[in-house]
C-alpha cells in the first residue's frame, strides 16, 4: 500500500547508544518531516526537509541528525541516546502544494 | 506560551452526542488549518483542512475557523464509539505545507461511550 514506512516499529537503546531510525514515502513528496509525541506535548518538529538535497531544524533538534538520502528516503540519527529521547517518532511527507502530511505508523522508542 | 493551545481534555460523551473540540493560537500569520484523527497506536490522519475564515462540512464533521478571535473548532454531530481517538488541530503559514511547517496543538482525547 502506498504511504509512509518507518522502521523500526519498536527500540530499546541503552543511554550512549546510537541507532538511525529509516523512514521512506512512495507518494513522489517533495517534502518530509520528523517529529516526536510526547504526553501533553502533542507533536513537535525535530528536523524537516523542504525538498531533495535540503534539511532543516524544527523547535526540538538538540541531539539528533538527519539526512535526506533521496527523494523517497529520510533518516533521523540519534548519536548518543539519552532518557529525554524516550518517545514516539513520526515521520511524515507532503506532496508539492498540497496542504496536511501523510504519516508513517511511528517507532516507539525507550533509552534507559 | 505556545503558538497553539488545545484542551487535552480527556473529553468523554454518550454515543449520539454533539462534540465541540477546539484551538487557539496567537500566530496571524496562519493561514491553513487542518484537523489530524490519531487512533491509539498509529500515526495522526488528515480529517478536515480550511483555508481562513469560514466553516467546511464533511459528513458529520464541521470545521469552522475564525480569524479575528484566532480560534478554530471542529464539530462531530451523531459521535459514534468508531469516533473514540486522539484529535489534533494544526495550522500552517501560506504556501501550504511544503513551503512552511504544520504546527500542532497538544491534542484532545475523545472517548464516545456506547
Known amino acids: 500500500n502506498a504511504g509512509v514506512t518507518q522502521t523500526p516499529k519498536f527500540q530499546v537503546l541503552k543511554t550512549g547508544q546510537s541507532m538511525t531510525l529509516q523512514c521512506a514515502q512512495d507518494?513522489?513528496?517533495?517534502?518530509m518531516y520528523w517529529y516526536r509525541q510526547d504526553p501533553g506535548m502533542g507533536l513537535r518538529l525535530i528536523y524537516y526537509?523542504?525538498?531533495?538535497?535540503?534539511?532543516d531544524k524544527g523547535e526540538v533538534p538538540n541531539g539528533y541528525n538527519v539526512s535526506r538520502l533521496n527523494k523517497r528516503e529520510f533518516s533521523l540519527r540519534l548519536e548518543s541516546a539519552a532518557p529525554s529521547q524516550t518517545s514516539v517518532y513520526f515521520c511524515a511527507s507532503s506532496e508539492p502544494g498540497g496542504y496536511g502530511y501523510t504519516f508513517g505508523s511511528g517507532t516507539r522508542l525507550t533509552v534507559v | 506560551q505556545k503558538e497553539v493551545e488545545q484542551d487535552p481534555g480527556p473529553l468523554s460523551v454518550p454515543e449520539g452526542a454533539i462534540v465541540s473540540l477546539n484551538c487557539t493560537y496567537s500566530?496571524?500569520?496562519?493561514?491553513?488549518f487542518m484537523w489530524y484523527r490519531q487512533y491509539s497506536r498509529k500515526g495522526p490522519e488528515l480529517l478536515m483542512y480550511t483555508y481562513s475564515s469560514g466553516n467546511k462540512e464533511d459528513g458529520r464533521f464541521t470545521a469552522q475557523v475564525d480569524k479575528s478571535s484566532k480560534y478554530i473548532s471542529l464539530f462531530i454531530r451523531d459521535s459514534q464509539p468508531s469516533d473514540s481517538a486522539t484529535y489534533l488541530c494544526a495550522m500552517s503559514p501560506p504556501g501550504g505545507t511544503s513551503y512552511g511547517k504544520l504546527t500542532f496543538g497538544q491534542g484532545t482525547i475523545l472517548t464516545v461511550h456506547p
Open positions: 507518494m513522489n513528496h517533495n517534502s
Open positions: 500566530n496571524s500569520a496562519f493561514q491553513y
Open positions: 526537509s523542504a525538498s531533495e538535497g535540503t534539511t
